[in-house]
């Protein structure tokens, strides 16, 4: 009778580089507002096929998020499915206190809107003003959030030409109407390069 023999060393590498490279990753999405999430499988061959990185989520619409290069695409599988929206926005610290930033926290905090929606608000307005407060654009675009014409900071209160308040207020008024939140507004300036 034959004894069985191991399995030799390289036929075992053989197969560990067979399942590596049919590997899975297991990405779980999760809307930090309602706690629904999704699962979602990507091939390992994805992520390290191209120079940039793609994750694709089943869903029957498209959103693109860009940061430091990185797409992601969501599409949504069904109707009751909820999709987590990516910022994208690096984390913007802690700011100085007394500072415009500061006064947005104070705001944004009073608002409920937490970390992630400060940081997008932070991305937004840097890329936008640098958080200047007497920002000028050729366009007629003025302050913080670049308000086009600036004239319509009026609206928030007398003082919108120099006071950082005021201007937040507005541009705040202004990203919740239109797109929901600061994380929906810096999402549309990162796909199309202006909010």
């Known amino acids: 009778m034959r004894k069985n023999r191991p399995i030799r060393r390289p036929i075992l590498l053989a197969l560990f580089a067979f399942g590596a490279a049919f590997a899975f990753i297991l990405v779980m999405v999760v809307d930090p507002y ?25 869903a029957s619409y498209r959103v693109r998020v860009t940061r430091d ?16 929206s990516f910022s994208g926005a690096p984390a913007a610290g802690t700011p100085d206190p007394g500072s415009a930033k500061a006064i947005a926290k104070s705001i944004l905090d009073s608002k409920g809107w937490g970390s992630e929606q400060y940081n997008c608000l932070v991305a937004l307005w840097e890329r936008e003003s640098h958080w200047n407060v007497y920002a000028a654009n050729p366009s007629g675009a003025y302050g913080i959030p670049q308000a086009l014409p600036g004239s319509k900071m009026a609206s928030a209160g007398p003082n919108w030409q120099s006071n950082p308040r005021t201007q ?28």
Request: glycine share 10%; proline share 1%.
């Open 34 to 58: 309602s706690g629904a999430y999704a699962s979602v499988s990507v091939s390992k061959a994805q992520w390290v096929s191209t120079d940039t990185q793609n994750l694709t989520v089943a």
């Open 69 to 84: 290069g990185y797409k992601v695409t969501m599409i949504k599988a069904r109707k009751s499915l909820a999709i987590a």
């Open 168 to 195: 937040i207020l507005w541009g705040l008024s202004y990203i919740q109407g239109r797109y929901g939140n600061p994380c929906g507004a810096w999402a549309h300036s990162q796909s199309s390069g202006w909010y």
